[in-house]
């Protein structure tokens, strides 16, 4: 049960970090071999190997959405006896971001986690708006 309080407080710490737009405090215990999935159809949209690619992809994504909110509903921790530092996590959350253009989006979706010695080896992100709204302000700004 422990672990399961320390992944939880961690997981907010991490999301608080991501809304802050502090993308090196956010992405600090990923492995360097991470895969991250977003879903859809948009630029943004694909599999993500390793921080080469990981790290690019949510600063694209911060200069995309300058002002951003994840509101975390629950956090699901599967193993909630493991005190060690592997295990999985859903968290669900909803989101409101405003693009370059100040355009506003509203979503909700659910991020997948895997955890291995206490790193993240794998992010796979659900999202259940898939409204056209959600895919005009996914796109870049016009400028």
Known sequence: MIGAIIAQQKTREKFAARNRGDIDAFLDNWAENATFIFPGQSEMSGIFHGMSEIRPWFKQFR??????????????????????????????????????DNQKMQGEGVTIVHLQKGQLVLAHEFIFDLSPSFFQANQPAAH
């Open 63 to 100: 200069q995309q959405f300058p002002q951003v909110n994840f509101e975390i509903k629950q956090i699901f921790v599967g193993r909630i006896w493991a005190i060690g530092a592997t295990n999985e996590l859903a968290v669900q959350w909803n989101t409101t971001l405003w693009n370059r």
